[in-house]
C-alpha cells in the first residue's frame, strides 16, 4: 500500500483539500500530518482557542475524507491535552494522548497511560505526537503488541531524530514509519518502509548489500509538500533475522528485572 506524510501547515481547506486528495488518487491509504498542522508554527498560546480550532479540523479533515477509505494522523488538543489522532471519513477512530512531558507543549499535563492501536483492512496502526516516537520503549511496546505501521506526528527540533532516531526506531522493531514534520534544514518528511527482504538464508528479490533491518526510505523535498512512497504492512510481521531470532520476541527480558523491580 501507498502512504504519504506530508508537511503542509495551513489554516485554508483548499490547502488541504488539493494536497491531501493529490495524494488519495495516487492510491495513498495513510495520510500523515505534522504535530499540530492547523497551526502553522505548531505553537499553543491558548488552549482553549486550539480546542476549537482542534475540533474545526477534524470536521475538515473529515469533509476532505468524504467517500474514501483513507486515513489521516495528526495531532490536536482536547481537553486540555496534546492527542495523537487517526481521522478517518467518520471523525476520529483513534486516541493517543502524548505519553512523554516536552518542553515545547509544557501546556499539556495528562500524559497518556499507554500505547493504542488502530486494526484496518491493511494492517495493524498507531500514531505517536511529539517526541514520543523517539524513546525506544515506545516502539517496542507497539512493535510487542503486533503493530505494523506507526504514524509519526512530530516538529523536528534536532537534526538526529530525522537522520537517525526515528528510522532507527523503525529498524530496530520492524515497523513502517510514516514520519511528518514541518520542513526546516534539521529535516523534512519521510517514509521509512519495512523491506520483504529481511531472513537472512532466505530468498531474496534483490542482490543482498550489507543491510539487514535497514528500512527503505524516501525523503520529502524540501519544498515539496509531501512524500509518497510504497509501504509493506505485512513485512513486518516477519521478525526474524535468521534461525531462532527473533529481532523483538528474542531479547533477553529477564535482564530487565532490575529495571522494573520495586526498590
Same mark, same amino acid.
Given at each position: ?26 492510491? =495513498?491509504?495513510?495520510?500523515?500530518? /505534522? &504535530?499540530?498542522?492547523? $497551526?502553522? %508554527?505548531?505553537?499553543?498560546?491558548? !488552549?482553549? +482557542? ?79 505526537? =511529539?517526541?514520543?516516537?523517539?524513546? /525506544? &520503549?515506545?516502539?517496542? $511496546?507497539? %512493535?510487542?503488541?503486533?503493530?505494523? !505501521?506507526? +504514524? ?112
Amino acid at each position: 500500500m501507498k502512504a504519504a506524510a506530508f508537511q503542509v501547515v495551513a489554516e485554508d481547506e483548499v490547502v488541504y483539500g488539493g494536497t491531501l486528495r493529490l495524494a488519495m488518487t495516487d492510491e =495513498a491509504k495513510l495520510l500523515v500530518l /505534522p &504535530e499540530l498542522a492547523f $497551526l502553522p %508554527a505548531g505553537v499553543v498560546t491558548d !488552549v482553549a +482557542a486550539a480546542e476549537r480550532q482542534s475540533a474545526e479540523f477534524v470536521a475538515m479533515l473529515s469533509r476532505i475524507l468524504h467517500g474514501s477509505e483513507a486515513i489521516v494522523a495528526t495531532s490536536v488538543v482536547e481537553n486540555g491535552a496534546h492527542v495523537g489522532v487517526l481521522i478517518d471519513a467518520n471523525g476520529i477512530c483513534l486516541r493517543q494522548p502524548q505519553l512523554h512531558a516536552s518542553q515545547r507543549h509544557a501546556w499539556h499535563t495528562a500524559l497518556g497511560d499507554g500505547v493504542r492501536w488502530l486494526d484496518t483492512a491493511w494492517g495493524r496502526l498507531a500514531v505517536l505526537p =511529539a517526541a514520543d516516537a523517539l524513546y /525506544p &520503549e515506545t516502539c517496542r $511496546l507497539l %512493535a510487542i503488541e503486533g503493530v505494523n !505501521v506507526l +504514524a509519526v506526528c512530530t516538529h523536528v527540533q534536532e537534526a538526529w531524530e530525522m537522520h537517525y532516531g526515528l528510522p532507527e526506531r523503525a529498524a530496530e522493531n520492524r515497523i513502517n514509519a510514516v514520519i511528518a514534520t514541518r520542513p526546516s534544514a534539521l529535516g523534512t518528511s519521510r517514509v521509512c518502509a519495512a523491506s520483504p527482504d529481511f531472513t537472512l538464508w532466505a530468498e531474496w528479490s534483490k542482490p543482498f548489500d550489507g543491510n539487514i533491518s535497514t528500512p527503505d526510505t524516501l525523503a520529502a523535498d524540501a519544498n515539496s509538500a509531501f512524500v509518497i512512497y510504497t509501504i509493506y504492512p505485512a513485512a513486518s510481521a516477519n521478525r526474524f533475522v535468521s534461525q531462532k531470532t527473533n529481532l523483538v520476541e528474542g531479547r533477553p527480558w529477564w535482564l530487565c528485572g532490575p529495571i522494573v523491580a520495586a526498590p
